[in-house]
Nanobody
């Protein structure tokens, strides 16, 4: 089992920045990929970005490229999401997730952290 705990959400004005953290615990040695997702009211959960735990390889959805950056600290078993130039449409609950398969299936999820961007 892998436990995930997000932090760092909050209220920010449009154009501002936030950094989310996701601390992993438990069987972290089994983790292959970590990802950040979000879910806005009335919308489905969408994938934002992923990072491969072994070598730091990353993927970004087109709509966050250039604004969001994922990074990891292996020693702390923590993944970060730096979000810049935030827009009101970025308002959502943000989740981190862990995959032990590395095939796009994320078995473990955090509880989510609310990000609200005011205009």
């Amino acid at each position: 089992q892998v436990q995930l705990a997000e932090s760092g959400g909050g209220l920010v004005q449009a154009g501002g920045s936030l950094r989310l953290s996701c601390a992993a615990s438990g069987r972290t040695s089994s983790t292959r990929d970590m990802g950040w997702f979000r879910e806005a009211p009335g919308k489905g959960r969408e994938l934002l970005t992923t990072i491969r735990w072994s070598d730091g390889g990353t993927y970004y959805a087109n709509f966050v490229k250039g604004r969001f950056t994922i990074s990891r600290d292996n020693a702390k078993n923590t993944v970060y999401l730096q979000m810049n130039s935030l827009k009101p449409e970025d308002t959502a609950v943000y989740y981190c997730a862990a995959s032990t398969t590395g095939n796009g299936l994320y078995e473990y999820w955090g509880q989510g952290t609310q990000v609200t961007v005011s205009s």
